[in-house]
């Protein structure tokens, strides 16, 4: 199977307008003890072959569509409207390159507009950016910022415990160049609030980063830890779940000045992992040290209102390795993802879906807090996810659920020693009643055998 | 162009103000970039600067640029407006957009303003 | 210069999505929750969500209007240079959808999501085949965050043999800004190569360069100017013999599928572009994928996890895949396993459609019509490095006699329905116009596009301001960036005075 559109009698006349005999003439200054090789792979298949083979390794996983999914994380199992691809399958968009030409990118350009503005509105920030690879990176660039906004001279970052563990293992893998001090003691602290953090923020902190909900799930106020954080000078980057903030006060409310998360739960499948979307706000006076492309109002000469990338200079295409950042490729078209997402769930359908969530993962937990042995890890308020402890390994509860066609929530020990038994059990708008029951039935048993 | 004769001028496009002890950057230079957009001053007042290094970052619609010290000294003042009208830059270099002052500003490796001119006249080819 | 300006009624209007929104419409809306409801903790609650309110429908049409906005592949001929703005087989676009892919959770326990792990390590293993090199992870997001994981890598790998005192990552001059970018976000100094006459390193400078201080090298070959570097393998022996690595820019890979493994010809790192090269979409400005592949003294340091073969399969079963972690890895680069969905099932069906020999005619194609293309244009706009080229090269955008400019020609291309060259890029070229035609264009296509090029530079001579004030053809015409920097409105919101209650 091919592609290529080029007949053998219009190769032959291609070939003598350059002046060359034949295809393997155009490579002689390729060297020729290792000019072309021979590939060791499967021969070509048709489309037809081709499309049965990839249904083949798709039907060899059990999905979340085969299995009845309790597992978040970081990523999560949402309805996603029909529109949504619709629209991302439409080839004017999905086949476009970066809006480097504004006269005839005006489609991609408005809509990554509109997705800058839904991201302020939903994180009450003043600017966002035209995305990130993920929430992990995000985070990570939060601390690229800081780090140029100081220029170097603060050299400590804060990041807390509850904080995704991934997300604090790709900060550090980001940061390892930097002379920069990681303070993130996952031994200690997961229950205090957040004062406790507060207390390692010192003169020479560059920037706090805090996670709402947190890894557990934990709903808090942060505004006393932003504000002693800024009386230190310190910026403070708070990790969202962006449907927890249909119902929750705003970071931007609590005075933080970057806001950053994970997109994947507006309108984007969870697909192993990704791509997804990384979002990243903050306030206008960070613009300039602000990673990524960023898409500004303007006019065309003739007088119509139109959209162009600005600010550019600021990238690494034309500032080098002056730049905070190096990245060039974003996510642009799950940002339409979320945009029509956010556009077409609107005001209420997103409400809707985060309390949803609120009152099928409280009702989980509180089902589940009555088998014996089995408790809440936590006590503060929780959105949609929550740590469960268990009389029993996780491994061996999950063992059980997946028997029963149940994929159940994730091993916190592998991460925190101190929460070994411990299961964090994510609900959303797609688990009924009836599942929930499920879950609780099957823990029951495991947990008094 | 525009290049006045008090001035001392350096190879990238940077000026010196015996006078003053204020620097910043030329019009040759401000041309070049096109609409600057952003400055970022990169020493604040009490600093010792020594010439050659960088004092300020700026980015235009579609360029960037570091200005370097075309002397060395301590400085005693940063021009604080740039950073709400940068456009100045454009507008009036080697007035309003001075960009830091020094105290006994030594001049570094710079030029006078026949020379830097012919410089200038020299790239335009 | 003749400036088009249209009355309120001519323009084209599409509202943004708060424009469009009116309190109480609805779009999607969800089942009630059938379980008690608990009880909300008031304090925390935030008092309103300013988002848009509409109706599916408007949804749909404001999204298909602003698609019509937008030129695209499946639009027509795209020849931006550096970009391998290929076409996307659609049948990619169905597999990377199947349900088995597109509902799979990352943190699902390995028994469950066999078929993911096992595309992933075919994939993985295709790609060291294609490139000759030893090992690869498909983690890193896009082509500079695959460069930066190999700029890491190489730091790791120098830093792991004790050798502290390499600070310096050489970069010649025709290189994507993504390279000293990414050697920037480590702190390395980063020290310029010129080129030679013949768009090859310039071998004097390098050598003059290459102490026991230098990280390595980031080459692009073949290089921006679409030159395969006719001096690679000794540029790689005087990197090597200074003690440094090689990095090799995969963005270029399309010319080389089949053609030569950059691993054979010594780089010691590359990153892959699977939305360049294999095909992947360019969604507008992304997703990508940017896969890295390692020599095998390198492997140990490659970021984590890898999949790998847990338990070895035999005649009846099938082997167990998992997750391994390199012995002195980096660290992560994301969070998961890289952009499985999107990236790597689309380029594991273009693969497989294409087998070696299709392969090596991407490759051979991709060439050949670029080439033609400078044939074409030979004599009519200055090629300053005029010899045979590989998938893309360079000419120089202006005519003799006139003072047109590259972004004139490339602005006036758009008025005959051709998206633009990249244009002043890379830096080294005056008016800088960096064609790519890509394998998958026709004959007939590149005639026309030629066709047209000679047609401007005809315009230039005899009606420069036509080009000048271009284009006139399309819904847009040239904006105003310093408006836009200096006023910088970056979003909208609902109006002060809007209210659903």
Redesign the interface.
């Known amino acids: 199977m091919s592609y290529i559109p080029i007949s053998p009698k219009e190769r032959e006349a291609m070939l003598a307008a350059i002046g060359v005999k034949s295809l393997d003439d155009l490579f002689e200054a390729v060297p020729a003890a290792h000019r072309f090789p021979k590939l060791d792979l499967p021969p070509a298949l048709t489309e037809m072959e081709a499309a049965s083979e990839l249904a083949e390794l798709a039907a060899a996983n059990e999905s979340t569509r085969d299995l009845v999914s309790f597992l978040g994380a970081g990523m999560y199992n949402h309805y996603i409207p029909s529109v949504v691809d619709h629209i991302l399958r439409r080839g004017e968009f999905y086949t476009a390159y970066t809006p480097y030409q504004p006269e005839i990118s005006q489609g991609t350009l408005q809509a990554i507009f509109e997705y800058q503005s839904l991201m302020t509105a939903l994180t009450g920030m003043e600017v966002s950016n035209a995305s990130h690879y993920d929430g992990a990176t995000a985070a990570a660039e939060a601390v690229n910022l800081a780090w140029a906004q100081f220029?170097g001279k603060r050299t400590k970052v804060v990041v807390s415990p509850t904080v995704h563990p991934q997300y604090r293992q790709v900060i550090r893998t980001y940061t390892q160049g930097m002379e920069l001090e990681l303070a993130d003691e996952t031994g200690a602290g997961l229950e205090s609030d957040p004062a406790a953090l507060a207390e390692q923020v010192d003169a020479n902190t560059a920037l706090v980063i805090v996670q709402y909900p947190d890894f557990f799930g934990r709903v808090y106020d942060y505004t006393q830890l932003i504000e002693t954080a800024h009386e230190k000078g310190a910026l403070v980057c708070v990790v969202v779940n962006p449907t927890a903030l249909a119902l929750f006060k705003t970071p931007g409310e609590m005075g933080a000045d970057i806001v950053v998360g994970e997109g994947q739960p507006l309108g984007i499948p969870m697909w192993y992992g990704g791509p997804s979307l990384g979002f990243f706000t903050t306030r206008k006076k960070f613009v300039?040290k602000m990673a990524g492309r960023l898409v500004g109002e303007t006019v065309d000469n003739r007088g119509q209102k139109a959209y162009v990338l600005t600010?550019?200079?600021?990238e690494q295409h034309?500032?080098r390795e002056?730049a905070t950042s190096n990245i060039c490729s974003n996510q642009g078209l799950l940002a339409l993802a979320s945009a029509v997402y956010l556009s077409l769930v609107g005001k209420s359908g997103l409400r809707q879906v985060a309390e949803s969530c609120y009152h099928k993962a409280h009702y989980a937990a509180e089902q589940l807090s009555q088998i014996d042995g089995v408790g809440l890890c936590f006590s503060e308020p929780f959105f949609h996810e929550f740590a469960l402890c268990l009389p029993v390994p996780v491994e061996e509860v999950n063992a059980h659920l997946l028997e029963h066609g149940i994929l159940g929530g994730y091993d916190l020990g592998q991460d925190y020693p101190s929460l070994k038994d411990h299961m964090l059990i994510a609900v959303t708008e797609m688990n009924s009643k009836e599942e929930i029951d499920a879950l609780v039935e099957v823990i029951a048993e495991v947990a008094h055998d | 162009m525009n290049a006045p004769a008090n001035l001392k001028y350096t190879k990238s496009d940077e000026w010196f103000d015996p006078a003053t002890g204020k620097m910043g950057l030329t019009d040759y230079a401000q041309g070049q970039l096109s609409?600057i957009?952003?400055v970022?001053i990169?020493v604040e007042a009490g600093d010792a600067v020594e010439a050659g290094t960088a004092i300020a970052?700026v980015?235009?619609?579609?360029?960037?640029a570091?200005i370097y010290a075309s002397a060395g000294g301590s400085a005693v003042a940063v021009n604080e407006s740039l950073a709400d009208a940068p456009?100045v830059l454009n507008s009036d270099p080697y007035g309003a957009g001075w960009m830091v002052q020094l105290e006994n500003g030594a001049p570094g490796e710079v030029m006078d303003a026949a020379a830097y001119e012919a410089y200038c006249a020299e790239r335009e080819h | 210069m003749t400036e088009l300006i249209l009355t309120e009624e001519a323009k084209v209007v599409e509202p943004t999505i708060f424009d469009l929104s009116s309190p109480g419409r609805t779009g999607v809306t969800f089942p009630d929750p059938d379980v008690p409801r608990a009880e909300l903790p008031d304090s925390m609650l935030r008092a309103d969500l300013p988002l848009p309110e509409l109706a599916e429908v408007d949804v749909v049409r404001h999204y298909t209007r602003l698609s019509k906005f937008n030129y695209s592949v499946d639009d027509g001929f795209y020849p931006l240079g550096s970009c391998t703005m290929k076409y996307n087989p659609k049948i990619n676009e169905d597999t990377c959808r199947l349900p088995g892919f597109l509902f799979t959770h990352p943190l699902q326990p390995i028994e469950t999501v066999q078929g993911n792990l096992a595309l992933m390590h075919t994939l993985q293993e295709w790609l060291k085949e294609i490139s000759g090199f030893a090992a690869v992870t498909l983690q890193p997001a896009a082509g500079a965050h695959g460069e930066f994981t190999g700029v890491l890598i190489m730091r790791a790998y120098h830093k792991s043999r004790g050798d502290d005192k390499r600070v310096k990552m050489l970069i010649p001059d025709s290189a994507h800004g993504t390279n000293p970018a990414s050697s920037g976000m480590i702190g390395l100094d980063v020290v310029q190569i010129p080129s030679d006459a013949r768009g090859n390193v310039d071998i004097e400078a390098l050598k003059a360069q290459c102490d026991d201080t230098v990280v390595g090298i980031m080459l692009t070959n073949p290089n921006t100017l679409g030159m395969f570097d006719e001096h690679v393998e000794e540029v790689i022996k005087i990197v090597h013999d200074c003690g440094g690595l090689v990095y090799g820019d995969g963005a270029n890979l399309n010319a080389l599928l089949g053609i030569v493994r950059p691993g054979d010809l010594g780089i010691d790192v590359m990153h892959f572009n699977l939305h360049k090269t294999f095909a992947v979409p360019h969604g507008g400005g992304g997703p990508g994928s940017g896969p890295v592949g390692v020599a095998a003294h390198l492997a140990d340091f490659l970021p984590a996890p890898l999949v790998g073969i847990l338990e070895e399969g035999d005649d009846e079963l099938a082997p167990l895949f998992g997750f391994v972690t390199p012995e002195k890895s980096i660290g992560r680069m994301k969070a998961f396993h890289g952009h499985f969905g999107g990236g790597l099932v689309r380029a594991f069906t273009y693969i497989v459609m294409h087998g070696p020999d299709g392969l090596k005619d991407i490759a051979q194609y991709a060439v050949l019509n670029a080439n033609y293309v400078q044939a074409r244009l030979r004599g009519v706009y200055p090629i300053p490095y005029d010899r045979i080229c590989m998938h893309e090269f360079v000419a120089e955008g202006r005519v003799e006699g006139t003072d047109v400019r590259a972004l004139d020609i490339a602005k006036r291309l758009m008025d005959y329905n051709f998206h633009p060259p990249t244009n002043y890029f890379p830096l080294i070229v005056h008016e800088a116009l960096m064609i790519e035609p890509t394998e998958t264009e026709n004959k007939d296509t590149l005639d026309r596009f030629a066709d047209v090029l000679i047609q401007i530079a005809e315009e230039a001579k005899t009606d420069p301001d036509l080009l000048k004030s271009a284009p006139h053809n399309t819904k847009f015409g040239r904006m105003d960036?310093?408006k836009a920097?200096?006023e910088l409105v970056l979003c909208c919101w609902l109006p002060e005075d809007y209210s659903n209650q």
């Open positions: 220029r300039h600010l550019t200079a600021r034309i500032k002056r | 609409d957009v952003f970022e990169l970052s980015e235009s619609v579609k360029a960037s570091e456009e | 960036e310093v920097a200096r």
